[in-house]
C-alpha cells in the first residue's frame, strides 16, 4: 500500500498529475490550474502562505515552461506588484528554478479534493439537454471572466470545463459542443 502524501503539492507533482487529463500538454495544465487558482478553487501557497485568488492574473499567474532538454516545468510568473518580494525564475537558471520550487506549491487539501472530484465520472450519454447545460455554463463563463485572451478553442473549452467541474463532458465532446459558439466568438472578436 503506498502511504498518502502530506504537505503542499509540489509544481512538478501537480505537472504530472494533471498531465493525462490536459492531453500530455503541460501549457494547458498551466492554464488550468491558473483558472483554478483565480477561482478559488486551489490553494497556491508562498513559502506557507496561502495566495489570494484576486492576486491572479495581474500580479501572478502559473505557467509552463519546456526546458531545452525538452523536459516540462510549471512555475509562477510573478508580475507587477509583486516583483523583490517573492522568487522570480528567469526561465533558463536551473539553481534559481529549484529554489523557486521550493517557495511555491499548491495546497494539499484543495489539489486532492479536485483530483477527486475529477474520478467521480461523467454521464453516459449527453442529450439535448444537457449540451444546452453546457452552452448556457459557457455563457455565464464568458459574462463572468470574459472572452479568453488570446481566443482559442482549447481555451474556451477550459474555461467551461473548469467552471462545470465533474459534469464537464470529455474535451472531444465539449469541443464539439462548443464548436459554434466557438466560431461565432472568432468571427465577432475578427471584427473588433
Not at 100 to 126: D, T, V
Request: charged share 25%.
Amino acid at each position: 500500500m503506498v502511504a498518502a502524501a502530506t504537505g503542499p503539492t509540489s509544481m512538478a507533482e501537480a505537472l504530472e498529475r494533471f498531465l493525462p487529463s490536459c492531453e500530455n500538454n503541460p501549457h494547458k495544465v498551466a492554464e488550468r490550474l491558473d483558472t483554478l487558482h483565480r477561482r478559488g478553487e486551489v490553494g497556491l501557497l508562498a513559502g506557507k502562505a496561502l495566495v489570494a485568488p484576486g492576486s491572479n492574473p495581474r500580479m501572478l499567474g502559473v505557467v509552463a515552461h519546456v526546458l531545452s532538454d525538452g523536459k516540462a516545468v510549471l512555475y509562477v510568473q510573478v508580475r507587477q506588484g509583486l516583483v523583490g518580494n517573492y522568487p522570480v525564475w528567469d526561465g533558463k537558471d536551473v539553481e534559481c528554478l529549484k529554489e523557486h520550487h521550493r517557495f511555491w506549491a499548491f495546497e494539499r487539501e484543495s489539489f486532492e479534493a479536485l483530483l477527486s472530484a475529477k474520478r467521480g465520472g461523467r454521464p453516459k450519454i449527453y442529450g439535448p439537454e444537457d449540451r444546452e447545460r453546457v452552452l448556457v455554463e459557457a455563457a455565464m463563463a464568458l459574462h463572468e471572466e470574459g472572452i479568453p485572451t488570446p481566443l482559442t478553442e482549447d481555451g474556451l473549452a477550459n474555461v467551461v470545463s473548469v467552471r462545470m467541474g465533474n459534469n464537464s463532458p470529455g474535451d472531444t465532446l465539449l469541443k464539439e459542443i462548443l464548436k459554434p459558439l466557438y466560431k461565432r466568438l472568432k468571427g465577432v472578436t475578427r471584427k473588433r
